[in-house]
């Protein structure tokens, strides 16, 4: 076996240590995509999507009898590559994530309007491809969890995206952008599966941990902004439009 010094460059992924702690990014490979897309001398985009844009699959186009306001991808690899390298991105750059999340659903029929955002989250990336994170050199044994949720934001489907992120310290260790597998009829309900699943995620987290032979501050905190998905977690009593979600109401009180 071969000392082989300090960590410098790991799959792609470029590691800088300094007085605040260890910078993770992934400048190289950002700049790499930016010219494989054609997109050196694009001028910059300042955001990853645009907030009024909606956008639809083939069958919801053909449903809705919207065919002619879009076409199809000839080469479909085309796209489904560029998603896959944004996806690996997406392991330093969580502003990225949602973006992600919501272009990665077009994987089998994607249109020229889902190629074009993904090309718009390039030209977003270019415009601070250094960024990154960093493993802050401050020593905290707290874990802080934020949570939210875009209650049936899916035109097609009206099921609710997820997101959240888990910090250690000042340090970003977990975060997902994630749709939900059920439609949820009120906001506290959908409030409360995204709980359940944060709270599965907090778990092996802190199993993790002890694993590597730290130990966190207990309780670990999850800030949630639905006060009614709070008083659901909070009372041991049940209610006629919440029992369908009994489970997960057993689960987190379980944990706290």
């Given at each position: 076996?071969?000392?082989?010094?300090?960590?410098?460059?790991f799959?792609?992924?470029?590691?800088?240590?300094?007085h605040?702690?260890?910078?993770?990014n992934?400048?190289?490979?950002?700049l790499e995509?930016?010219?494989?897309?054609?997109?050196g001398?694009?001028?910059?985009s300042?955001?990853p999507?645009?907030?009024?844009?909606?956008?639809?699959?083939?069958?919801?186009?053909?449903?809705?009898?919207?065919?002619?306001?879009?076409t199809?991808?000839e080469?479909?690899?085309?796209?489904?590559?560029l998603?896959?390298r944004l996806?690996?991105l997406?392991?330093?750059?969580?502003d990225?994530s949602y973006?992600?999340?919501?272009?990665?659903?077009?994987?089998?029929?994607?249109?020229?309007?889902?190629y074009?955002?993904?090309?718009?989250?390039?030209?977003?990336i270019?415009?601070?491809?250094g960024?990154?994170?960093?493993?802050s050199?401050k020593r905290?044994?707290?874990?802080?969890?934020?949570?939210?949720?875009?209650?049936?934001?899916?035109?097609?489907?009206?099921?609710?995206?997820?997101?959240?992120c888990?910090?250690?310290?000042?340090?970003?260790?977990?975060?997902?952008s994630k749709?939900?597998?059920?439609?949820?009829r009120i906001?506290?309900?959908?409030?409360?599966?995204?709980m359940?699943?944060?709270?599965?995620?907090?778990?092996?987290?802190?199993?993790?941990?002890?694993?590597?032979?730290?130990?966190?501050?207990l309780?670990?905190?999850?800030?949630?902004?639905?006060k009614?998905?709070?008083?659901?977690?909070?009372?041991?009593?049940?209610?006629?439009r919440t029992?369908?979600?009994?489970?997960?109401?057993?689960?987190?009180?379980?944990?706290?």
């Amino acid at each position: 076996m071969k000392d082989l010094g300090e960590l410098k460059f790991f799959f792609g992924i470029e590691f800088a240590r300094s007085h605040k702690g260890i910078l993770m990014n992934q400048r190289k490979y950002a700049l790499e995509l930016v010219s494989e897309c054609g997109l050196g001398g694009a001028k910059p985009s300042i955001s990853p999507l645009d907030q009024n844009m909606k956008l639809t699959s083939v069958e919801y186009d053909k449903l809705f009898d919207k065919q002619g306001h879009d076409t199809e991808l000839e080469d479909i690899r085309l796209y489904q590559r560029l998603i896959g390298r944004l996806l690996y991105l997406e392991i330093t750059r969580r502003d990225i994530s949602y973006a992600v999340q919501v272009l990665s659903q077009f994987m089998n029929a994607p249109q020229q309007s889902h190629y074009d955002i993904a090309l718009r989250v390039v030209k977003y990336i270019k415009n601070c491809p250094g960024q990154g994170l960093l493993m802050s050199s401050k020593r905290s044994r707290k874990v802080s969890t934020f949570c939210d949720v875009d209650w049936a934001s899916c035109s097609v489907t009206r099921k609710s995206v997820t997101g959240f992120c888990i910090k250690l310290g000042d340090s970003m260790i977990s975060w997902k952008s994630k749709k939900q597998s059920t439609v949820s009829r009120i906001s506290a309900e959908v409030e409360y599966r995204s709980m359940a699943n944060i709270v599965a995620e907090l778990t092996w987290i802190n199993g993790l941990l002890e694993e590597l032979g730290m130990q966190v501050d207990l309780p670990m905190e999850l800030y949630c902004d639905n006060k009614a998905a709070i008083q659901i977690a909070s009372n041991p009593m049940y209610h006629e439009r919440t029992k369908h979600i009994k489970i997960n109401c057993h689960f987190i009180r379980e944990k706290l």
